[in-house]
């Protein structure tokens, strides 16, 4: 049997390890903690979602987590913090199938929060303030920009958003990240956190095609007053800012909820709103458009499954483990396309059963596992009271 052919737990846990290895700039040469310690422990705080307490307590073998955390915050700064988004950028582009250059790219970008609830300031912390959600107002935000090519979900780059940053800035440079390699964009899906009046000035500056969500606010008033009638249409609005305004392009869809499919609420009519730039696209054109996201925005939801957590005061470390949940995703799906491969008649199709995103996490633990060993008992310290 051609072993090249084979996926071991132990051929995903040296993907992983390459990946992580190019990004991270992280070393110990001490007599019980080397610099492969500090990285199989940051994979399998990512793989098991755990912690580095919880990680090293359970694999037999692992330095202590106080060495850990001490090598982690000694090396991973604040200062640094552009060198490792670069250095995660990077590592994110290193296996991208050459298919992507051959036509033209539709391109989305999404914020990402994780909630934070510590004590520090701002200028210490680098959280970002954000609408109230999971009981609380300051978040952790990274910026991505994802592409999605016959069900193949790839991160092009990631930015750091830092209080001092505009959503303009993160745009720019989320954009420069995909011209530098040179791909040709058809036009953006943005999330709703784009839109802004300044966002939309840009974009037709640029002569940028998008498509951006537009959040549906006001009680009788603004984009809600939008959403009458029975029949999606085209319209016009006009955005009120701080001493500026804009007139946009919108797209009001009515749509249904799944209930049908899904069968547990009452099906019922919803609205979506959408900002148009440099696109004359009717409303059905755009609701299907944009319904590709989702499949984008799965993503998102699979980097939970691949992220560690942390009490941490580091916010260095805090961004980390955000970017080590896209890039494990980024090693997956690579993985994925290459063993799960079916030939058969007008293109090879994925068996995506065979290999999904637990299975991924569960290679990495395992292989750790063998290497380090696994605690399976644990001795009373006196003889038990009955």
Not at 303 to 324: D, E, I, K
Request: proline share 4%; with cysteine; glycine share 6%.
């Amino acid at each position: 049997m051609n072993d090249t052919l084979t996926l071991t737990d132990e051929k995903v846990l040296e993907a992983a390890q390459a990946s992580l290895a190019d990004c991270l700039d992280l070393h110990a040469e001490g007599y019980k903690c080397s610099t492969a310690d500090l990285l199989n422990v940051l994979l399998a705080v990512a793989a098991d979602r755990g912690t580095i307490q919880s990680v090293c307590s359970d694999l037999a073998g692992t330095p202590d987590p106080e060495t850990i955390r001490g090598y982690i915050n000694e090396q991973l700064c604040v200062e640094d913090l552009p060198e490792l988004e670069a250095a995660v950028n990077q590592a994110l582009v290193a296996q991208l199938p050459p298919r992507l250059w051959r036509r033209p790219l539709d391109i989305a970008m999404d914020l990402h929060d994780r909630p934070y609830y510590g004590k520090q300031t701002q200028e210490a912390g680098r959280w970002v303030r954000g609408r109230a959600r999971d009981g609380t107002t300051r978040f952790y935000r990274i910026a991505t920009a994802y592409i999605l090519v016959q069900n193949l979900r790839f991160t092009l780059g990631i930015c750091f958003v830092l209080p001092e940053m505009s959503t303009v800035e993160v745009l720019q440079r989320l954009l420069q990240r995909v011209q530098a390699l040179h791909l040709p964009l058809r036009w953006l899906l943005l999330d709703r956190g784009f839109a802004s009046i300044a966002v939309q000035e840009y974009l037709d500056q640029q002569q940028i095609p998008a498509v951006i969500a537009c959040p549906i606010r006001g009680k009788t008033g603004g984009t809600r007053a939008l959403c009458r009638g029975r029949k999606s249409y085209r319209t016009q609005h006009t955005f009120q800012g701080t001493g500026t305004s804009r007139l946009a392009d919108l797209v009001v869809c009515r749509v249904f909820t799944t209930a049908k499919r899904t069968k547990r609420l009452k099906r019922r009519a919803d609205w979506q709103v959408f900002i148009l730039i440099h696109l004359d696209l009717s409303p059905r054109q755009v609701r299907r458009l944009y319904r590709r996201r989702f499949g984008i925005e799965t993503s998102y939801r699979c980097a939970g499954h691949v992220r560690g957590w942390t009490t941490s005061a580091n916010p260095a470390y805090r961004f980390l483990l955000m970017a080590l949940g896209v890039l494990l995703v980024n090693v997956w799906v690579i993985l994925r396309w290459l063993f799960t491969q079916l030939p058969r008649r007008g293109g090879r199709k994925l068996d995506l059963r065979r290999f999904q995103l637990d299975r991924f996490a569960k290679f990495i633990l395992r292989a750790l596992q063998y290497h380090y060993g696994c605690v399976h008992q644990i001795a009373a310290t006196v003889a038990p009271l009955r």
